[in-house]
């Protein structure tokens, strides 16, 4: 089949595209190659992808709502894997307009190119950020998460009811997937493994938020990447959400470990895994942050029969290799391919 994978130089949709590529199915990559993040790391992702001779990497802005239109008319898709998005809370704080243009424009145009197109199936990113200071724990799929605690948790919320809506009134089937703190090889440098790996490597002190009294559902790359493959191939019929709500093909699943691990021990996984202690730096709770996530995986694991079981002490072990091996030892260095590229 033929994918549109938007974020395809983002973390998650590096190892999507990989995926699917290994499956013999031709991928369009889709990203803007923004700055929040040092580009160099997504230059290193795509050129992983370039290999690949049914992938082809278009650097296009989701708020550019002719060129998207052209896209989807150009290349009629079967099916479209959104997970662009601006990320991060607390980047959230200092420019909001970076997330309301990335992530509600953005999932306007998606919505809209898929909706005229006549898509097979949608699967867009959402965030566990969505439950806010939710108190039920573990977070499930029908708690209520109409309390948002950041701007970034706010526009994913609206993006599931903007999609809903689209589900509903053109039988566009649509799936949502909350991910939780997910990491690995490859993962993002504004997130705490990154963070605190470079940090302990080059003998500096890290942060510890809430003086480490939180915990957070770590979701390995691999096993997220498995539940993405899964349920993509779930297209969801036409339902009710619970009773009273209207009908919509439309399905929304916790993508996490159901294993919540506490900050501190998180910190001793990375600490084993360089082979240093770290130097702790103790501050007070940042805006915009929560406690705990823990997802409640049972709606997952019944679609799907699949829960990811990595461990944290595995995954990061995994993590702190690559980039100690192929991050520090010149990938930052890796050419992007360039001939592949539309522009």
Not at 163 to 186: E, K, N, Q, W
Not at 227 to 250: D, F, M
Request: aromatic letters at 12%; one cysteine or more; hydrophobic letters at 35%.
């Amino acid at each position: 089949m033929k994918y549109l994978v938007t974020g395809t130089a983002g973390f998650i949709g590096l190892h999507v595209s990989l995926r699917l590529l290994r499956e013999g199915h031709e991928v369009v990559g889709l990203d803007n190659m923004n700055s929040y993040y040092d580009p160099a790391l997504k230059t290193y992702r795509l050129a992983q992808l370039n290999p690949y001779e049914r992938f082809t990497f278009l650097e296009l802005d989701l708020t550019d709502r002719q060129g998207i239109a052209e896209l989807f008319r150009g290349e009629h898709f079967d099916r479209v894997i959104h997970l662009a998005a601006q990320a991060g809370v607390r980047h959230s704080l200092k420019a909001p307009f970076d997330y309301v243009d990335s992530n509600l424009v953005g999932m306007m145009t998606i919505l809209e190119g898929c909706r005229h197109q006549q898509v097979e199936h949608l699967v867009f990113a959402s965030s566990s950020s969505v439950y806010g200071m939710n108190s039920t724990i573990p977070f499930s799929e029908t708690d209520s998460v109409d309390y948002p605690v950041s701007l970034y948790a706010a526009t994913k919320k609206s993006c599931e009811l903007m999609a809903h809506s689209y589900a509903h009134l053109y039988g566009l089937p649509v799936t949502g997937l909350r991910f939780f703190t997910v990491y690995g090889p490859g993962g993002r440098p504004d997130m705490a493994p990154w963070l605190f790996t470079e940090a302990i490597v080059n003998d500096q002190p890290i942060k510890v938020f809430n003086h480490g009294e939180m915990a957070r559902d770590f979701t390995y790359i691999d096993d997220v990447v498995e539940c993405v493959a899964r349920l993509q191939n779930v297209i969801p019929g036409w339902q009710r959400q619970e009773e009273g709500t209207a009908r919509a093909p439309y399905k929304i699943y916790n993508v996490g470990n159901h294993q919540p691990v506490e900050l501190k021990r998180f910190i001793a996984a990375i600490e084993q895994s360089c082979g240093k202690t770290a130097e702790k730096i103790y501050l007070d709770m940042q805006p915009g942050d929560v406690l705990k996530t823990y997802a409640d995986t049972s709606r997952l694991n019944a679609v799907i029969s699949y829960a990811p079981q990595r461990s944290i002490e595995q995954g990061v072990e995994h993590f702190v290799r690559w980039y100690q091996d192929s991050w520090l030892s010149g990938g930052r260095d890796a050419d992007d391919g360039r001939h592949k590229l539309r522009c």
